[in-house]
Nanobody, 122 residues
Framework: QVQLVESGGGLVQPGGSLRLSCVAS????????MGWFRQTPGKERAFVAN????????DYADSAKGRCTISRDNARNTLYLQMNSPKPDDTAVYYC???????????????WGQGTQVTVSS
């Protein structure tokens, strides 16, 4: 059974920093592309960033470019999202996700975590 467990969310001040983590189990993590998404009430889930299984070719939403860094530690089965200088508009539930098949990027995400709340406020 695949499990993705996010952590690291919370209250952060504008201009601060935050690192989200996602620990994966039940799948060969090092062979799956991974992504981060976010959702606010009444809106669809939105793409934030993704990363290939090897850690190369990161891709970011325009809203995340220059402020977020996605990375992974395959030895720890963990995906990260470093958020710098967050803004109130970044307030959302953040989800990590795994692609539906190994060694594929762009097919679609089949596995999702439960999410972690990030609130950016002074």
């Amino acid at each position: 059974q695949v499990q993705l467990v996010e952590s690291g969310g919370g209250l952060v001040q504008p201009g601060g920093s935050l690192r989200l983590s996602c620990v994966a189990s039940g799948l060969p993590f090092r062979s799956y592309a991974m992504g981060w998404f976010r959702q606010t009430p009444g809106k669809e889930r939105a793409f934030v960033a993704n990363l290939s299984w090897s850690g190369s070719s990161p891709d970011y939403a325009d809203s995340a470019k220059g402020r977020c860094t996605i990375s992974r530690d395959n030895a720890r089965n963990t995906l990260y999202l470093q958020m710098n200088s967050p803004k109130p508009d970044d307030t959302a539930v953040y989800y990590c996700a795994a692609e539906g098949a190994q060694y594929i990027l762009g097919l679609g995400y089949d596995y999702w975590g439960q999410g972690t709340q990030v609130t950016v406020s002074s």
